[in-house]
């Protein structure tokens, strides 16, 4: 599933490409990924609207229109390609922005997990799905104090934790388990167990990982191609997701489920916080 990383390289790839276009029309062949408002009402508000800007909130794309703003999120295998309108449409791509001029904006998604909200500028902040996210990785107010009282009353893996788009938004699975590895924590450590500094190490390895993948235009995986033959080079970068081998001790690394997801790490190098 694309990360926070991912969904920002895809924004600034579509920002080069759609910005100031004009929305003459909207088809939609797959109804469940606009999930708001009614398809019919979606297509009757969207038209004649253009799109002003792209900005990303979590792994969340918004488009900004003049009235409106049009929420997008990829899940598992969505992405987007502008087209010319003459090209014929697969049939994956499920949703087509028809442009003033020509083009084409078609969003592919082979498993039909991505959806999409549209709401007015001044209520889209205040309602699901963007209500209940979590601080940006790069918010001043994501402190150990902020985090300290976010997971105080959590028992939980601090694995399981990063992965809650409430506390903090846009770490997925890959990205979770590079943090914890740079940061030393053992991925079963007791969320209410890690120290403020634990908790500091943490912060500074989120932002220092996440931004180093954005440089590198986020990690290919299986099911993510950001678009258009734009291939995530982070992938060579990891240093403990996926491997075979720590880096750092050159011992096996473990691969076990936490909390359902894959998780690697060392058990050497990331030693257990007990409270």
Known sequence: MPELPEVETVKNILKTKVLGKEITDVIVSYPNITAHPSVIEF????????????????KWLLFILNDDVLL???????????????????????????????????????????RMYLYSKDEVMHVEPLLSLGLEPWDENLTESYLKEKL???AIPIKTALLDQTIITGIGNIYDDEILFLSHIHPRTKSNALSKKQLHTIIEMTRFVLQKAIEQGGTTIRSFEASE???GRFQHELSIHGQSECPI??????????GGRGTYYCK????????
């Open 249 to 258: 001790c050159h011992k096996p690394v473990v691969k076990e489920f936490i």
């Open 268 to 275: 050497y190098c990331q030693k257990k916080t007990y409270k």
């Open 72 to 114: 997008s999120h990829l899940r598992m295998e969505g992405k987007y390609n502008l087209k010319n309108k003459n090209e014929p449409r697969t049939k994956h791509e499920h949703v087509s922005f028809l442009f003033s001029d020509g083009t084409e904006l078609r969003y592919h998604d082979t498993r039909k997990f991505g």
């Open 152 to 154: 105080s009353k959590k």
């Open 229 to 231: 033959g734009v291939h």
């Open 43 to 58: 297509q009757k508000k969207i038209k004649s609207q253009t799109i002003c800007d792209i900005q990303r909130r979590g």
